[in-house]
């Protein structure tokens, strides 16, 4: 059982908007930032967002990220086939002296 | 350009050891703060440890403190993860990860190696 819940799956069709929510409580997305990752299949997990809503060099603009309160969302706009893929969020969680905790994942396929 | 290599993994007895390494390069490995991800098959990914640049601060998931730890060597750009007791609940594909500061923001994870299989039966 993940401390953030993420939809386990979520679809769309090419050229839809998509958003994926990730909920926690006050220890941990209530209090820190928010990073998401993107996982391919059958290779590693890749930054898509940081500090809630900040795009590393390279990452599309279709991708945003954004937070209120206890929840945090990845949105993806324009949907493109190579989008399937797991997303992850992921914060530091206060009452557990600061560790790192993922979201269980969500499975995003483009119909 | 920055590259993390995992390797050391295979195939282990319950109750067995063993040490993944991670070699960094592409970077000034000294001076970013690393960790250790796994990813049981399947399965969504767990945090297990993190280590500064230069290791006077380490963090452990509650899940292996006592029986995993982290640390590393600059000299050698090298991260390691000692893995002692070993359950068949520690199958799983384990990466390093850095994390870095960009002067505003930290930001956690931003490169990933390709992961290393650890497979933990008898």
């Known amino acids: 059982q993940s401390v953030l819940t993420q939809p386990p799956s979520a679809s769309g069709t090419p050229g839809q908007r998509v958003t994926i929510s990730c909920s926690g409580g006050s220890s941990n997305v209530g209090t820190n930032t928010v990073s998401w990752y993107q996982q391919l299949p059958g290779t590693a997990p890749k930054l898509l967002i940081y500090?809630?809503?900040q795009r590393p060099s390279g990452v599309p603009g279709r991708f945003s990220g954004s937070k209120s309160g206890t929840s945090a969302s990845l949105a993806i706009s324009g949907l493109h086939s190579e989008d399937e893929a797991d997303y992850y969020c992921?914060?530091?969680?206060?009452?557990?002296?600061?560790?790192?905790?993922f979201g269980g994942g969500t499975k995003l396929t483009v119909l | 350009e920055v590259q993390l290599v995992e390797s050391g993994g295979g195939l282990v007895q319950p109750g067995g050891s063993l040490r993944l390494s991670c070699a960094a390069s592409?970077?000034?490995?000294?001076?970013?703060?690393m960790n250790w991800i796994r990813q049981p098959p399947g399965k969504g990914l767990e945090w297990l440890s993190y280590?500064?640049?230069?290791?006077?601060?380490?963090y452990s998931a509650d899940s292996v403190k006592g029986r995993f730890t982290i640390s590393r060597d600059n000299a050698k750009n090298l991260v390691y993860l000692q893995m002692h007791s070993l359950r068949a609940e520690d199958t799983a594909v384990y990466y390093c990860a850095r994390d870095r500061f960009d002067g505003s923001h930290y930001v956690p994870f931003d490169y990933w190696g390709q992961g290393t299989l650890v497979a933990v039966s008898s």
């Open positions: 992921a914060t530091w969680d206060n009452s557990l002296n600061g560790r790192v905790v």
């Open positions: 592409g970077f000034t490995f000294s001076t970013y703060s």
């Open positions: 500090s809630n809503n």
């Open positions: 280590i500064s640049g230069g290791s006077s601060t380490i």
